[in-house]
C-alpha cells in the first residue's frame, strides 16, 4: 500500500521556482508530523524542511531559509514545498516523509519514492 506519493519536481532554470507536492494517506498523515528531504548523487540524504501536524512549527534548514516553504493542508492530507530562487545545489532527488505525533524532531519512519528537481544553470 503505497502511502506518500512525490509530485511536481522537473527541470527548472537556475532563480526559478517549483512547488513539490505529497499526497498522503489519511493514516499516515493524521496526527503525523511531516518533512521534505533531499539527496543529491554522491551526497548524503539532507533534511530540508518539516512541519508539526499542527503546522504551528516548522523547520527550514539554513541553505534554503528565505527561498524554501513548506507548509500543509490537514484537510487534503497534502503537504508541500515551495522552492523559489533555486541553485545548482538544490539539485537532487526529494523525499517526502511523515513521523508519529505532532513534533517534526525526530526519526521518520514512513517515505515517498522520491522526485527528481534539476536545476540548469
Known amino acids: 500500500q503505497v502511502q506518500l506519493v512525490e509530485s511536481g519536481g522537473g527541470l527548472v532554470q537556475a532563480g526559478g521556482s517549483l512547488r513539490l507536492s505529497c499526497v498522503a494517506s489519511?493514516?499516515?498523515?493524521?496526527?503525523?508530523?511531516m518533512g521534505w528531504f533531499r539527496q543529491a548523487p554522491g551526497k548524503e540524504r539532507e533534511f530540508v524542511a518539516a512541519?508539526?501536524?499542527?503546522?504551528?512549527?516548522?523547520f527550514h534548514t539554513d541553505s534554503v531559509k528565505g527561498r524554501f516553504t513548506i507548509s500543509r493542508d490537514n484537510t487534503k492530507n497534502m503537504l508541500y514545498l515551495q522552492m523559489n530562487s533555486l541553485k545548482a545545489e538544490d539539485e537532487a532527488v526529494y523525499y517526502c516523509a511523515a513521523r508519529s505525533g505532532n513534533s517534526w524532531r525526530g526519526l521518520y519512519g514512513v517515505w515517498g519514492q522520491g522526485t527528481q528537481v534539476t536545476v540548469s544553470s
Open positions: 489519511a493514516r499516515t498523515f493524521r496526527g503525523n508530523a
Open positions: 512541519i508539526s501536524w499542527s503546522g504551528g512549527s516548522t
